[in-house]
């Protein structure tokens, strides 16, 4: 990466351009997030406490970390395969592969849920199979599970493939003449070398599994305690005008998402020697 | 012969890279492939270290068959135009990668790995810089690094893609004199990719000239420069001037003058060829009129930029003492070949 010549602001332009940034994100972003934190804590701390100790609001919080903790990895894998693929081999149909790769950015939410109520509801193609063998995946977990690896598909695999475009497949190679076996080529030569951005997609991917909203709420089936996940919590809490109940949950929700950002930055720092060496060489 | 290449065929979709590819190496021997880009030579070396396979033909080391057996059995060590270093392995890791990824019971014990490393580490005079990552050391010493982890696996054939291609001319050259004193130490059979005639020459023990996918000539440095067996080896081994001519009876005859032809040649009119450093300038006499456009220094010689009549450009070279020193830019004079070489 080139590093680009930074230099503090002198002229009055710039100096109004920066205020202008800085008043826009705190506006959008920070604005939001304090009122969040405010409402939730109207009342004080017990009722917020009271809040989230109720089962339905528990149930909810471990449901959505058990979504994005089935989720996440089986889209890393995914990614993983689907970046190896796009990188390694020339095929027929490769753009058509990162076309249809982008799609989940592209298309509604809604839809990325609708589609399984389709494929697996007791209307849909195989909902006669489901039925005869007694297997529930809309409104059930399965489900959640497979809307939400649907709607965060290309995270990882969109943040590998250029990186290992970049890398090429020469160290590849040179470990397979040095008499390297597939599983010790990816171990100890590939996994390492996107480590870096495995992670990084990793964590993007979980903050919007655990935010997904949408796709989710279609196959839900908004069972309370059992298939409501934390966003959907939410929505729910706040249409039963239980504000306290809602904006505590969106706290931890919130919480969730800084978490995760706070993670990633505290990464960049602590490896960013790393990092930049395995993105230069 | 230790390795033998024989038949090679290799096309790629609709492409052929390889031809009838045959040669053989001896036991130590030192080959250098030269070639323009596309001439097939790096696809050589990659069906070599068993990266592709060819479509016919055979390949084979001291009597066993190389086709049937896979990249890492074939102990071939490679190194790569682009250093191919493992970027998050220190020096020391790099060059232990081959011997670590052995199974563990043929993997030589930690202590043999590590005076193995430091062995190599001294070998490539770069003792201090173990513990270095690849983004902190220089091109030149990346590519000793690469070589040193090629040795690691004490291989049978050592083969050397383009390596010094990315470095500057100076770093080259100090690398070539390097590469030399290793293989002579080492004694391995090496197979060297290049383009740079003056490097082949300067390092091998037999050249290879391939070209399309041929193998265009086959000999010793000095056979290949004094002999070279096509136009095409001549051009490429050196700049070339061009003029046409008649021969008769072995002696080529031009407007006014002769000169001898180099090896045999038919009776008729040919283009022939000869070296900048084998043509005689003179202000009088016989020989193709010429003007001066250039004078320049090249190294021990002085090269001398002229143009014909009909606007033909020639170049020759002489040494920094002769009468050369006296013509500049604009004169006038008779250029005569010493020698020609003739191709049909």
């Not at chain 2, 003792?127 to 291989?155: E, M, T």
Request: aromatic letters at 8%; glycine letters at 8%; one cysteine or more.
């Amino acid at each position: 990466m080139t590093a680009k010549a930074a230099r503090a602001p002198k002229t009055l332009g710039a100096y109004a351009l920066l205020a202008f940034a800085l008043l826009w994100l705190g506006l959008i972003i920070l604005l939001p997030l304090i009122n969040v934190l405010v409402t939730a804590f109207s009342q004080g701390l017990p009722p917020y406490l009271a809040a989230l100790h109720t089962e339905d609001a528990k149930a909810a919080i471990l449901l959505t970390l058990l979504v994005a903790a089935i989720a996440v990895p089986l889209n890393a894998i995914f990614g993983i395969c689907a970046a190896w693929c796009i990188t390694r081999f020339e095929f027929k149909g490769k753009s058509l592969l990162l076309s249809i790769l982008d799609l989940p950015f592209s298309i509604s939410p809604v839809i990325s849920g609708l589609v399984w109520i389709l494929l697996f509801g007791a209307q849909g193609w195989f909902g006669f199979l489901l039925r005869d063998h007694d297997i529930k995946i809309v409104f059930a977990l399965p489900g959640l599970v497979l809307a939400t690896v649907l709607v965060t598909l290309p995270f990882i695999a969109r943040e590998l493939i250029p990186l290992m475009e970049d890398q090429g497949t020469d160290e590849e190679v040179a470990a397979r003449t040095l008499g390297a076996r597939g599983w010790d080529i990816f171990f100890r030569v590939t996994l390492p070398n996107i480590k870096w951005a495995l992670l990084y997609g990793v964590l993007l991917c979980t903050a919007r599994a655990m935010g997904e909203f949408g796709a989710v709420s279609v196959v839900s089936g908004h069972i309370r305690g059992l298939t409501d996940t934390l966003p959907l919590y939410i929505e729910i809490t706040y249409n039963q005008y239980d504000t306290i109940g809602a904006f505590a949950a969106a706290s931890i929700l919130a919480g969730l998402a800084i978490v995760t950002l706070v993670l990633k930055s505290l990464l960049e720092w602590r490896f960013a020697g790393e990092l930049a060496a395995s993105r230069r060489h | 012969m230790s390795l033998i290449i024989k038949n090679v065929n290799k096309t790629f979709t609709n492409f052929p890279a390889l031809k009838d590819v045959t040669f053989e190496a001896r036991s130590g021997e030192f080959i250098a492939l030269l070639g323009p880009s596309g001439s097939g030579k790096t696809t050589l070396l990659r069906l070599l270290a068993g990266l592709d396979t060819p479509n016919a033909g055979e390949i084979s080391f001291e009597g066993e068959n190389y086709l049937k057996l896979n990249p890492r059995d074939r102990r071939v060590g490679m190194v790569f135009q682009s250093y191919a270093l493992f970027r998050h392995m220190t020096v020391a890791q790099n060059i232990a990668f081959g011997l670590n990824v052995r199974p563990a019971k043929e993997r030589p014990s930690k202590a043999e790995i590590k005076s193995t490393v430091e062995r190599l580490l001294k070998l490539i005079q770069m003792d201090d810089l173990g513990k270095r990552y690849p983004s902190q050391l220089s091109g030149g010493q990346r590519q000793r690094v690469a070589l040193a982890r090629a040795l690691a696996i004490n291989p049978r054939i050592l083969l050397l893609d383009e390596p010094f291609g990315a470095l500057d001319a100076l770093v080259r050259k100090d690398l070539r004199r390097w590469l030399k004193r290793i293989h002579h130490e080492t004694g391995v059979t090496t197979i060297f990719v290049t383009h740079d005639q003056e490097e082949a020459l300067d390092l091998a023990d037999r050249v290879v000239v391939l070209k399309g996918g041929k193998v265009e000539q086959i000999g010793t440095p000095l056979e290949i420069h004094s002999q070279p067996s096509s136009a095409f080896v001549f051009d490429f081994l050196g700049s070339a001037n061009k003029a046409n001519g008649h021969i008769k009876d072995g002696i080529a005859h031009f407007d006014g003058f002769s000169a001898p032809v180099a090896g045999a040649a038919n009776d008729g009119d040919y283009t022939l060829r000869f070296r900048p450093y084998e043509a005689h300038l003179s202000r009088t006499g016989a020989g193709i009129p010429v003007t001066v456009t250039a004078v320049l220094p090249a190294g021990s010689n002085l090269r001398l930029e002229l143009k014909g009549t009909d606007g033909a450009l020639f170049e020759t070279q002489h040494s920094h003492g002769s009468e050369a020193q006296g013509f500049s830019v604009g004169d006038t004079l008779r250029l005569k070949p010493e020698r020609v070489y003739a191709y049909a």
